[in-house]
């Protein structure tokens, strides 16, 4: 009442109090402090903003995460430089069935010629005089000799270990294919497990600062009941506890979800420290198949299945080529030929022919090249045997760990909805004032767990179980590309 006579007198213009006027200058000094620091703070939070240059956060979804990775990543580049590595040598290795046209030419410089002596009357005697006269002396050619010819040659006896050696490109070519698929596929699936590691960090994130509030709640209340003498002060000191834990549960994640940003970052190909908003809407895991189906589809189109049968068809064709080794060879030519200061050769010419040749003694090589290339058939068979073992297993682990998965994804979906309508209660019996607000925080913290181990779905080692078993038993049976489906 006081203060409401100070305060009238001041309107209408009378004298104000000493302890009025102190009243008023507070008043002004806190607003232009409460203005300042306002001020301040939008400064600070304009400078911090994810708009502004070299901080701007990029939206992604899961597919443009798995498309960048499979343009940029390292080991899918590599993987196709190296099929089109393949690619040259299959051509290169093709270029045996056709003729080859070259040229040689040279010119060379003699020290000496040939000379031939025409005794006189060798040639007979005409109107009673030798023919020739005297003697003569023929100079042969020249001394700068210049010889230039162009031969076509057609290999005929080689042209069955140029089968055999384009078999061996065509084989190899295939296998780096298939291997470049499944590199593929793994930095899709390492894509997708990143992915959804870092959604699933991001909602313990919230589920640790929700247990932060609810645990400074319950201190805060423990603090009132100490005060009153209703709880002990051991209790308010294990909620202090609790609160310090919640803080270091949230430090920790927080640095959990900065490791994981990077190796996304660096997985799709952007600097490592780009700052990414993740699209949590993803799509749902579709139908999968039956298990002897899978097995079905991985045991005839898998990519390492079908990299171990193109590795046996490469050594099956190196070993026919190392056996063609013993035919001889035999090559058809033409040629045409220009010569300039050569004896006895016309100054245009050509020639034809057949060449044979054949290495009598080799000191074993031939036979060595076999043997070595049997041995290298022999492992590509074996190899092949251990494949799809470990495809089968790795099918048969795959498909139960997502029918597994499945039945656990359904618990927590019912444990959400427990979870949901036990806060919804817990809310209104707050506005009741039946329960405290410590209750209500401790209600929204259990939902915000149930919510984060539905999307998590009782992983094992990170990511969407469900999810990623999905995409294992897709790239375990499937030689395309690892689909986007999520």
């Keep these: 009442m006081k203060?409401?006579?100070?305060?009238?007198?001041?309107?209408?213009?009378?004298?104000?109090p000493m302890a009025a006027t102190t009243l008023v200058a507070m008043v002004m000094a806190a607003m232009m402090l409460s203005g300042a620091a306002a001020a301040q703070e939008q400064i600070s939070q304009k400078g911090a903003s994810p708009e502004t240059p070299g901080g701007e956060e990029r939206h992604i979804t899961l597919d443009e995460a798995v498309q960048l990775a499979l343009k940029h990543n390292h080991l899918v580049r590599i993987s196709r430089y190296q099929v089109e590595e393949k690619e040259h040598a299959r051509q290169l290795t093709r270029s045996g069935y056709f003729p080859l046209l070259r040229n040689d030419s040279s010119v060379a410089e003699v020290t000496d010629t040939q000379f031939i002596g025409i005794p006189a009357g060798s040639l007979g005697e005409v109107g009673g005089a030798p023919l020739p006269?005297?003697?003569?002396?023929?100079?042969?050619?020249?001394?700068?000799?210049?010889?230039?010819?162009?031969?076509?040659t057609q290999p005929l006896s080689d042209l069955f270990k140029v089968k055999s050696a384009n078999d061996v490109a065509a084989a190899?070519?295939?296998?780096?294919?298939?291997?470049?698929?499944?590199?593929?596929?793994t930095v899709a699936l390492k894509v997708h497990q990143i992915y959804y590691r870092i959604l699933i960090a991001q909602a313990h994130r919230?589920?640790?600062?929700?247990r932060i509030q609810a645990t400074d709640d319950l201190n805060n209340e423990r603090v009132q009941q100490v005060k009153y003498g209703s709880s002990l002060e051991e209790e308010a000191i294990e909620t202090r506890a609790q609160f310090l834990e919640a803080k270091q549960d949230l430090l920790t994640t927080e640095l959990q979800l900065t490791d994981l940003s990077m190796q996304l970052n660096d997985a799709i190909g952007l600097p490592l420290t780009t700052p990414l908003a993740l699209d949590a809407n993803v799509r749902k895991v579709e139908a999968g198949c039956e298990r002897e189906e899978c097995l079905r589809v991985a045991m005839a189109s898998h990519p390492e299945i079908a990299e171990a049968q193109s590795e046996i068809a490469e050594a099956d064709a190196a070993v026919r080529l190392a056996k063609r080794q013993y035919i001889p060879d035999v090559e058809a030519f033409a040629r045409y030929?220009?010569?300039?200061?050569?004896p006895f050769l016309a100054r245009n010419f050509g020639t034809f022919g057949v060449h044979f040749g054949y290495d009598l003694f080799d000191g074993g090589r031939r036979n060595a090249a076999i043997g070595e290339h049997q041995a290298q058939l022999a492992q590509a068979k074996e190899n092949f045997s251990r494949v799809k073992e470990e495809v089968e297993l790795r099918v048969q682990t795959a498909w139960n760990k997502l029918e597994r998965t499945r039945q656990m994804v359904a618990v927590s979906e019912e444990l959400l909805s427990l979870r949901s309508e036990a806060q919804r209660v817990t809310t209104q019996q707050l506005e009741k004032g039946a329960a405290l607000r410590s209750q209500a925080d401790a209600a929204t913290v259990h939902e915000m767990e149930a919510k984060t181990l539905l999307l998590q779905s009782h992983t094992e080692g990170g990511g969407s179980a469900l999810v990623v078993a999905h995409q294992e038993l897709a790239m375990a049976r499937d030689t395309r590309r690892l689909e986007l489906t999520a």
């Design 3 to 16: 203060k409401l006579t100070y305060l009238r007198s001041a309107r209408l213009g009378g004298p104000m």
């Design 133 to 152: 006269s005297r003697t003569d002396i023929l100079n042969q050619g020249g001394k700068t000799l210049v010889v230039s010819g162009t031969q076509l």
């Design 172 to 185: 190899d070519l295939s296998a780096s294919r298939d291997k470049a698929q499944q590199t593929e596929n």
């Design 206 to 210: 919230e589920a640790d600062k929700a």
């Design 337 to 342: 030929s220009y010569q300039d200061n050569v």
